[in-house]
Each structure stands twice: as C-alpha cells, then as structure tokens.
C-alpha cells in the first residue's frame, strides 16, 4: 500500500480505493437505523422536528467525516496540541458565559448549533495524548515527569466539565483519557493506586456532588422510593425494554414512547424506544453493528505504521466501547442516570460532531497507514 501526499486525480482515486468501506458501509447502516428511530420519536406529535434535523446533520457530518479521511495524518498530528486548546477555551467560554439549560450551563449557541465543547473534548484528550506519546520511549512512560504531564492535561478539562455541572461527560473523558494512557504502558501499578484513591475519597466526592446528583444515585440503588419523581425515567425504560420481548412490538408500535412514557426519549434513551419496537433480536444487530465498527477501528490501528494513528485508533475504539456501554447500563438500569448519548444512534449535534471527526481521523490513519511521523 502507497501514500500520497498530493491531491491530484489519480492520487484521489486511488485514496478512495484505500477506503475502509466495510466502516463505511457500517457508519450509514447506523445512521440509517437512527433516523427511523428518531422518526419513531417524533411519530406521537406528528411535526418531526428532531427526525429531520437528526438525518440533515448525519448527511452533512458523514460527508464532512469523508472529507477529514483524505487530509494527510501529518497534519492531524501536527494540529493536536491546537485542537486541545482551542476546545479547552471553548469549554471555558461555555464554563463562565455559555447558555444554561435546566441548571447546567453546557452550551454555546452558533445559531446553527449549540455546540456542546465537552463532546469534543471527548476527541480532543484522545489527539492530543496520542501525539504526547507518539514520541514517548517505553521506557519513559513511569517516569514520574512523563505521568504528571498527561494528569494535569486530563485533569484540567474534567474539573471544567464538572463545574458545569456534567457528571458523565466528565467520567467519558476521564475514561477516554486513561485508556491511551493505558495504551502506552503505563503501570499498572499507578492505576491501582488512582482507583484506591478515588474509593478512599469517595464520601468526600459524594459530598460534593449537586443535590439531583445524589438523588440519581439514590434512585439508581432503588428506584421504586420515587416512581413518580426521580425514580419515574429508569422504571419506565425498563418497563419499555422488558415489553419489547425477543422480537420487539414492531416499528412505530412501541407503546411506551408512542404514549409519551418515556421522558428523553430521543436523545440518552434512544436504545429504550429501538429496544421496545424490535426487541432483543433488533437489540443484538444493533450491538452486532457497533462491535463492527470498533473492531474495524482497532483492525486500521493496528495496520497503522506511526504510533500516533496506533494510539488513537485504539485509545478511540475503546472509548467508543465505553460510550455504548455506559448509555445501554444506564438505560437498563445497571448504572446510575448521567447523561451520556449513544453514539450517532441519539439526537444531539455535539455529539455525532466529534464522532465523525474521530471517524475521519481513524479514516485518514487508514488511507495514511504507511506514512511516517517523525
């Protein structure tokens, strides 16, 4: 396999070739899926609000994502360290004078988009710690300069995301984080430690914690104390994801979302209403779907010849895999309520944003698999 560094006709053509169309073709099955689901969302009140601007955003950001395939993994590189700081700025910006909705003061208002800048940062710790150790000897990686850096790096978008308040995209980030750190070969040993850290100062975090905070952890301990209030969302998911059977009510059938049942039905508990509708089969092709696009993302990284597309192929692919299981246990009720989307599959613009930048970026390691960077 060739690289090329020019954009002429035949190099173009032949980039194409060097598509991963089995990714592809698994990206738009997605989006497919989630434009009927998010039509199903919208079927109650007939003006289709989120359906239509869910597949004009998957149309334009899948384009966008192919355009990002063809630009050079040099670059990528180079623009890390950019990327992170802008997206830190914005963070701050949304942090201190961004638009608050329902007491979290998350969002910057585009006009055309309110852009979340934690969905990004999401992308941004994966860049920028694949570029830090990129250029990291093995066996500096346990030196305690080469851990400091990357703790204060991840560290300071966390403790902005918090601030928000945003408990779950804080921990997505934290765990998208620690997974290319992991990846470098960090020892194991200062992963320990961190976890009995945390556990030892787990009264004081819960201390900390806003009020509705605890009272989703409480609800997720035991959700009957308040079936009509607190406990009212994850009962009804799961009444909706039990009713789906093994083969599902069927499409546009599915009477807890048709009814109105299920709050936030189109956005972080978008698995419930495709669960009700086609049931565990539908649930597993769903899951089947998305560890094809991990494992195509993990195949691209390991093909990759620089360490910068091996870090964030993997660091990426296994953050992806924390996104989706942290959304379906949480729908499930198998973890408390924290606000994490499920990939492409919910409504919201940051999040399909940073997604299919992530995507043009493994795209690029994989049309750039043999290039070297220095």
């Given amino acids: 396999m060739k690289s090329y560094s020019t954009f002429g006709e035949t190099s173009f053509l032949q980039k194409v070739r060097y598509l991963d169309f089995y990714l592809l073709i698994s990206i738009m099955l997605l989006g497919v899926i989630s434009i009927l689901a ?66 979290s003061q998350r969002w910057i208002n585009l006009y055309f988009l309110n852009l979340q800048p934690s969905e990004l940062m999401k992308i ?26 990357p703790f204060v790096i991840l560290i300071i978008p966390i403790l902005l995301v918090l601030s928000q308040p945003d408990l779950g995209t804080s921990v997505l980030i934290a765990l998208s984080g620690i997974a290319v750190i992991w990846l470098a070969g960090i020892n194991i040993k200062y992963i320990v430690y961190s976890f009995l850290a945390l556990v030892i100062s787990f009264p004081f975090v819960i201390s900390m914690l806003k009020p509705y905070q605890k009272l989703r952890i409480l609800t997720f301990i035991n959700p009957d104390r308040d079936p009509l209030g607190a406990g009212y969302q994850i009962i009804q998911s799961k ?3 039990g009713s789906g059977g093994l083969t599902g009510k069927g499409f546009l059938k599915g009477t807890q979302g048709y009814l109105d049942f ?35 993302i993990l195949i691209i ?35 408390p309520i924290v606000g994490s989307p499920l990939p492409i599959m919910s409504y919201g613009g940051s999040s399909m944003l940073s997604v299919m930048i992530a995507l043009g970026i493994v795209m690029s390691t994989r049309i750039y698999s043999r290039e070297i960077i220095n």
């Fill in 239 to 241: 009444i909706a994801v």
């Fill in 301 to 335: 990284g390991s093909n990759s010849r620089n360490y910068f597309g091996k870090f964030f192929c993997y660091g990426f692919g296994i953050s992806i895999f924390f996104y989706i299981s942290v959304n379906m246990l949480m729908v499930l009720g198998m973890l």
């Fill in 38 to 103: 998010m039509y199903s969302t919208d079927i109650s009140d007939g003006n289709f609000y989120h359906s239509f601007n869910h597949a004009i955003r998957f149309g334009v950001f899948f384009v966008f994502m192919v355009i990002l395939s063809f630009v050079n993994i040099k670059y990528y590189f180079s623009l890390s360290f950019p990327f992170y700081v802008l997206v830190l700025i914005l963070l701050v910006a949304a942090t201190f004078f961004g638009t608050a909705v329902s007491g």
């Fill in 262 to 296: 299920l709050p936030e039905k189109h956005t972080d508990f978008i698995f419930t209403l495709f669960s009700e509708e086609f049931g565990f089969v539908g649930s597993v092709l769903l899951l089947i779907l998305y560890v094809i696009i991990i494992f195509r």
């Fill in 124 to 149: 941004a710790i994966i860049v920028f710690l694949a570029r830090y150790y990129h250029r990291v000897q093995p066996d500096a990686v346990n030196t305690i300069k080469k851990f400091i850096i």
